[in-house]
C-alpha cells in the first residue's frame, strides 16, 4: 500500500517542478498597504492539494479494500458481537490485507513506470500510463461484464471490441459496482450457519418454555467457540485474498 501511495505522489510531484521551471513560484509576496505582506498560493499548487485529498478515495476505489471491509463488517454482524473488533481494528486488517493483495500490483507498477520515470528514461505521460496500466489489468480482471456493459450504456459508448478501449471512468464504476456484490456474496455466505445457529437456540428455548431469555445471549457463545474451532480469521483472510488471484 505504501508503494501504492508513492507512486501515486511521485506522479504528482513534477506538477511542481514544473511551476517552478516555468518561473511560477507556489507562494508569491507582495507588501501590504499598512507595511506588511501579503501571500498568495498559486493555482497549480491548489490544484496539487486537492488531487493528494482525493488520493485515499482513489486508493480504495482501485484496490481491494472496500470487498475486505464490506465482508469483515458483515462477518461482524453476523457474530453479533456488537462493536467488537472495533471499527479501528477492522481497519487496520483491511488495509494490511489489501497491502498484501495489491503489493505485485504496485511492483510493476513502480518497476515499468516509477524507476524508468526517476531514470529519466521515460516521459511524464508515458510514466503515468504506465502506472496506471497494472491497475487497470487489476480492475478488468476483477470486473463484471455486465457491469462494463451497464455503464457503457448509461455514457452512452458504443461496445467495446477489446478492454483497452473501455474508458477509466466507466472502468472505475463499473469495479465498484462489482466489489460490492462480490462483497455482499461472500456476506451470505458467512451469514448462513450463524443464522442456523440462532435458529437452533431459538427453538431449543422456545421448547424449555424460555421464551423471556434473549436467543441472541445464548447463541453468541456458541458463534464465538464455532468461529474460533474452524480457525475462522485465518480462512476468511486465506479465501478473501485467494478471491482475487482467482
Not at 81 to 101: D, H, K, R
Not at 131 to 154: G, H, V, W, Y
Not at 199 to 214: P, R
Request: hydrophobic share 55%.
Amino acid at each position: 500500500m505504501m508503494r501504492v501511495v508513492f507512486i501515486l505522489v511521485a506522479l504528482l510531484l513534477p506538477g511542481l517542478v514544473s511551476a517552478a521551471d516555468l518561473n511560477l513560484p507556489a507562494v508569491t509576496s507582495s507588501p501590504a498597504a499598512g507595511g506588511g505582506q501579503e501571500y498568495s498560493v498559486s493555482l497549480q499548487l491548489l490544484g496539487i492539494m486537492t488531487v493528494l485529498t482525493l488520493l485515499p478515495a482513489l486508493l480504495l476505489g482501485m484496490t481491494a479494500f472496500t470487498r475486505i471491509i464490506i465482508v469483515l463488517s458483515i462477518l461482524r454482524q453476523a457474530l453479533g458481537t456488537g462493536q467488537t473488533p472495533s471499527n479501528q481494528v477492522l481497519l487496520s486488517l483491511a488495509l494490511f490485507l489489501t497491502m498484501f493483495i495489491m503489493y505485485p500490483v504496485g511492483e510493476v507498477a513502480y518497476r515499468e513506470a516509477i524507476q524508468p520515470y526517476m531514470a529519466e528514461q521515460l516521459q511524464f505521460d508515458q510514466a503515468v500510463k504506465q502506472a496506471a496500466e497494472p491497475f487497470r489489468n487489476f480492475m478488468l480482471s476483477q470486473t463484471r461484464e455486465s457491469d462494463i456493459a451497464r455503464f457503457a450504456e448509461i455514457g452512452g459508448y458504443d461496445d467495446f471490441e477489446d478492454p483497452s478501449d473501455v474508458p477509466f471512468t466507466v472502468l472505475m464504476a463499473s469495479f465498484l459496482t462489482s466489489e460490492l456484490k462480490t462483497a455482499f456474496q461472500i456476506g451470505f455466505l458467512l451469514f448462513i450457519p450463524f443464522v442456523v445457529i440462532d435458529l437452533v437456540v431459538a427453538s431449543v428455548l422456545m421448547s424449555m418454555g424460555m421464551m423471556m431469555l434473549s436467543p441472541m445471549m445464548i447463541s453468541l457463545p456458541f458463534k464465538i467457540m464455532l468461529f474460533v474451532l474452524v480457525d475462522g480469521w485465518g480462512l476468511l483472510m486465506g479465501s478473501l485474498a485467494a478471491s482475487f488471484y482467482q
